[in-house]
């Protein structure tokens, strides 16, 4: 749980942020085209966990905290909170903030988003603990908990499926039923579907005094940019073409090769980011053999890791075992570490034989939406073969992939890329393997226990011990297999100035020379 | 003409009711749902279920299916679940831009590979027949996203002549519009290209045979005159009716120069709908198609029946 002293000296380090270049709002302006592959399923920012949402909505919506530069949760909306010491109560007090259709937030706007998040919101499962929200005055909201939450505070600033405040009149609609108001920097003015979405600067747009600079998806916004369309462009190599041509300023993400290849030109810049996401192989303990522990350390013995790794994703990758980011709080060393990338033939045929598998067929299931994931099932097949396993690669469109992974039969192991969970804390990453509908399809009370202390645990080092826990028992019992971490290049050209790379391209802060 | 022409008409409503089948069918085949898409790529099982009920996609199959033709005999191709739009409204927005892709397509396939098939047929045998039968042979065996690529990295990366993508109206800049569609209506056309071309040859060979063609050689008309106007008429007649064929192809094949070109036509959103199973876009983006396809194909064997005095005299 974060305690007010944690939250003021994340606001303090914040302030002390270097600034860079000094922010310009007055009199900039220019257009900057941003590229991405997907366009967004939805901009109602609550109820859609999609990447191609949230490199739109982020700039359009703000949430009552989010995340810092590290990852960290910071005031955003919100000027900080109280907590009370049992844990009950979170009283919030409102920054003066004004949204795109002109009236100011108040307390009245937080609340009914706050709630309209529980009924439609993509992660509704974090207002679970809320028993009521109160709003004594028109600045201030108190929340109260039905039992401690630690993890409260983490899930509404989580960027995921943002817990994004929109006014009280929009809050009565369904799910992606409402106007796009937010209280960004920047306002929505079009979506073209296959097309392009427009936004504009927001000239009303508040920013956040408290900050001296940006500061991950909090800090300082300052909207340099008078407008930004992001176009949404499926193939790779048109994107690519797209930048060196200038008719595009920035790519969500280039293609490795792609990358190596424009290095040198002198006309772009490549934002290389490690790590983006982990890439996993999760097991389906609900289908013989892959229900006895043996058989999945056999698999975790066999593979080789680093070549699943190099060739999913041309190059560019971390071996890592860690089911945290190193350098965040949660981070557990080197627990599990012995049981990673092990790569030792020997001892999987073993463990294969220990297990009394008698040839049955093992379904790899893979999607050709996203290539690395289809790469890592194809590598591991293969892998898993020369074991003398009798394996069947499936590949399919992504929802089909996914449906079937829903489903307790059909697969024995699925390809994964990880990304915004590990970004966010330990919260989603253990919760994915725990509650009532476990990725692996069948409860491990471990994990179930470690997800109950994570998430009702007062003290910081209990939840530490927690996640650490969680990974020692992900490598004993080989609940599912990580693979290790992958990183994203983003790309720019070079009159794109004061650019970050982030989990998403963000537009404020930047200007265009 | 009108007879035959309602005839015609009447009976594509049998096939368009089995596509309408179809597409429903499918859509419930499929394994996959607009939740997934919605919810995104690490949504857990229990967000999906949540969804899926707000959606109403937990309804019964026969319920939906009584929606959907309730519905259709309205004339309402129902709304799309991601685009909070009509479906009908997605496809006409649309529309403008796959019929610019597709007709330009044609019209460039059409006319120049008739002159490659006159020019190799007027030139049978000798080296501009084996040249202009390899540039339609090529034309025809490269894949359009393969060419598409290269004409952008070409044309626009390194030569910056035309701009890597996206759609420009026509009524909003004829210019910008023309600069927009020349790369992808000119790959999209490359491959039916080869085909009019050989088709042309062939037609033409057979046709400067006949007694007719060396008859008014015979009369010293101009050997231009003789093939434009006397052969090349005659000739077409098959060629029309692979056009026809052709229109067919390309609608399919602007499929994927949409999505290389990103160009925001009826193909990429079938395609998109597809992908993130839109399924009210999927059964109306289908039925439509179909209805274009027969539409086309009835125009076809219209302009046959003019070419051809004795089609629309009942004299074949």
């Known amino acids: 749980m974060l305690t007010r002293r944690e939250l003021g000296l994340a606001a303090g380090a914040a302030a002390v942020l270097p600034l860079g270049r000094p922010a310009l ?6 257009s900057i085209v941003m590229a991405q592959q997907a366009q967004p399923p939805t901009l109602d920012a609550q109820v859609t966990s999609a990447q191609a949402s949230r490199n739109i909505t982020l700039h359009v919506f703000e949430t009552l905290f989010a995340r810092d530069e590290a990852g960290n949760p910071v005031p955003d909306l919100a000027e900080g909170v109280d907590i009370s010491p049992d844990g009950l109560t979170y009283r919030f007090a409102l920054r003066d903030a004004r949204f795109h259709n002109g009236k100011r937030m108040t307390s009245a706007d937080v609340k009914a988003s706050l709630q309209r998040y529980g009924r439609v919101g993509a992660s509704a499962f974090i207002m679970q603990p809320v028993e009521a929200i109160d709003t004594p005055d028109a600045k201030t909201v108190v929340v109260r908990l039905k039992n401690p939450s630690p993890g409260f505070i983490a899930g509404i600033s989580s960027p995921r499926a943002p817990c994004a405040i929109i006014p009280e009149e929009e809050a009565g609609k369904e ?60 193939e790779a190599g048109a994107r690519t073409a797209g930048l060196q041509t200038g008719e595009m300023h920035i790519l969500e993400a280039i293609a490795v090769p792609a990358a190596q290849r424009l290095r040198n030109d002198r006309n772009l810049v490549m934002h290389e980011m490690m790590p983006w996401s982990f890439q996993t192989l999760m097991l389906n303990h609900a289908m013989e053999p892959m229900n006895n522990p043996v058989f999945r350390r056999a698999l975790q013995a066999a593979l080789d890791l680093e070549e699943i790794m190099a060739i999913s994703t041309d190059g560019l990758y971390r071996m890592l075992h860690g ?43 893979g999607d050709s939406s996203f290539s690395n994931h289809q790469a890592t099932i194809v590598t591991a097949a293969e892998q898993l073969k020369s074991i003398g396993l009798n394996v069947r690669t499936v590949i399919t469109d992504w929802p089909t992939a996914f449906s079937q992974r829903t489903q307790r039969t059909g697969w024995h192991m699925w390809a994964l890329m990880l990304g915004i969970e590990p970004y966010e804390g330990p919260y989603g990453v253990v919760g994915f393997f725990s509650g009532n509908a476990p990725v692996q399809h069948v409860r491990d009370d471990v994990i179930e226990d470690c997800q109950r202390r994570l998430n009702t645990s007062l003290a910081e080092a209990d939840r530490k011990k927690a996640v650490s826990d969680f990974q020692a028992r992900m490598y004993d019992q080989a609940i599912a297999i990580k693979c290790g971490d992958v990183g994203i290049v983003q790309a720019t050209r070079a009159q794109v100035r004061d650019y970050k790379p982030y989990r998403i391209p963000r537009m404020w802060g930047v200007t265009l020379a | 003409m009108l007879r035959y022409a309602a005839g015609r008409l009447v009976s594509a409503l049998p096939v368009l009711l089995i596509v309408s089948l ?24 229990e967000e999906l279920a949540r969804l899926r009920e707000r959606l109403g996609l937990t309804k019964p199959w026969h319920e939906q299916l009584i929606g959907w033709y309730g519905a259709l005999l309205q004339g309402d191709l129902g709304e799309s679940i991601l685009l909070r739009q009509g479906v009908g409204a997605a496809i006409v927005e649309r529309l403008p831009v796959t019929l610019s892709l597709t007709f330009t397509a044609l019209l460039i396939a059409f006319v120049c590979g008739t002159a490659l098939g006159v020019l190799a047929a007027v030139r049978a045998g000798k080296a501009a027949d084996r040249a202009a039968m390899g540039t339609a042979l090529i034309g025809f065996s490269l894949p359009d996203f393969w060419l598409g690529l290269v004409f952008v990295y070409l044309f626009a990366v390194v030569l910056g002549w035309l701009p890597t993508g996206g759609y420009v109206p026509f009524t909003q800049d004829p210019l910008g519009w023309a600069q927009a569609m020349i790369l992808p209506a000119g790959t999209l ?14 037609a033409m060979l057979e046709v400067l045979r006949q007694d007719y063609v060396r008859t008014a050689r015979a009369k010293g008309m101009p050997g231009w005159i003789v093939v434009g106007k006397h052969a090349l008429r005659n000739a077409l007649i098959p060629v029309v009716t692979v056009a026809g064929i052709a229109c067919g192809v390309l609608l399919g094949g602007a499929v994927v120069i949409e999505s290389v070109f990103s160009l925001p036509g009826v193909g990429r959103l079938i395609v998109g709908a597809i992908q993130r199973r839109d399924y009210p876009v999927i059964q109306g983006g289908l039925l439509l198609t179909a209805t274009i396809f027969v539409l086309v194909n009835l125009a076809v064997d219209l302009l046959y029946a003019a070419l051809d005095p004795r089609i629309r005299h009942g004299r074949r």
């Open chain 1, 25 to 30: 709002a007055q009199g900039a302006g220019g």
């Open chain 1, 175 to 234: 799910a992606n039923r409402i106007e796009i108001i937010g209280t960004g920097p920047y306002r929505f003015v079009e979506y073209r579907p296959d097309s392009h979405v427009r936004l504009t600067r927001f000239a009303d747009y508040v920013q956040n005094t408290k900050y001296q600079g940006m500061d991950g998806f909090a800090g300082r916004k300052v909207a340099n940019v008078q407008d930004i369309t992001i176009r949404f462009v499926p």
């Open chain 1, 323 to 365: 089911w945290q980011h190193p350098g965040t709080t949660y981070f557990a060393g080197d627990v599990g570490k012995p049981l990673y990338n092990v790569n030792n033939k020997e001892r999987a045929r073993a463990l294969l034989r220990e297990s009394g598998y008698r040839n049955e067929e093992i379904i790899m299931l």
């Open chain 2, 22 to 45: 179809l597409s429903f069918g499918i859509v419930w085949i499929v394994p996959g749902d607009v939740a997934v898409e919605m919810a995104g790529p690490t949504a857990t099982a």
């Open chain 2, 189 to 202: 056309a490359l491959s039916q290209m080869g085909l009019f071309a050989r088709m042309t040859r062939a």
